[in-house]
Structure formats: C-alpha cells, structure tokens
Nanobody, 120 residues
C-alpha cells in the first residue's frame, strides 16, 4: 500500500505556470504507474497525466497536452506535474494517483488533493 501527499497548489494567473509535487510513502514507489487527475466543482474527475513505472510511456489528457509535463523520480519517491499556460478555467482540485497493474486504467490509491485556482 502507498500513501500519497500532494503539495504545490495555489493561485495562478491565466497563462501562468505552477508546479505540483506528490510524495509517496509506504510501499515501493517504483512498483506503481503514477498519475494526476483533477476535479472542478460539480464536475467529474478528469484524467490529466500518467507516467509508467519504468518510464516507457507517458500520456496526457487532451485538455492539457502540450502544456503540462509529468515527471517522476523513483529514488526520491516523487512525481511532479509542471503546469504551463494555464487556461482561465477557475478552480480545481488536483489529485495524485497510483496504479498497481500496468494494464489497469483505474487508480488504486489517491492522495487527498491540492487546490489550484486560475484567476486574474
């Protein structure tokens, strides 16, 4: 089992950048595919990015492609999300996730989330 703790949320202006981090505690971090999701008030949780455990595949949601970058450091048990060119979409909570099975889609573990607000 792995515990996930996000950090780095805050207020960012449209077009601005923000970097989120997620620390993994407990089980072997490198045994999981790691990812990020976000959820705006009243909306479903949306896939943002996923980084496989060995780095052979990185995928992004259509709404963030070309603007967000996911990276991980297995030695430090961290996964980061560099968010650039934020669109004025208001507030959303960003969640770190971990997937046990390499072919599974649904995360097995979630962090509690970190709030990001895009506002001028």
């Amino acid at each position: 089992q792995v515990q996930l703790v996000e950090s780095g949320g805050g207020v960012v202006q449209p077009g601005g950048s923000l970097r989120l981090s997620c620390s993994g505690l407990g089980d072997i971090f490198s045994s999981y595919d790691m990812g990020w999701y976000r959820q705006a008030p009243g909306q479903e949780r949306e896939f943002v990015a996923r980084h496989t455990r060995n780095g052979d595949r990185i995928s992004y949601g259509d709404s963030v492609k070309g603007r967000f970058i996911i990276s991980r450091d297995n030695a430090k048990n961290t996964v980061c999300l560099q968010m650039n060119s934020h669109r004025p979409v208001g507030a959303a909570k960003y969640y770190c996730s971990a997937v046990e099975g390499p072919h599974d889609c649904r995360p097995d573990y979630w962090g509690k989330g970190t709030q990001v607000t895009v506002s001028s």
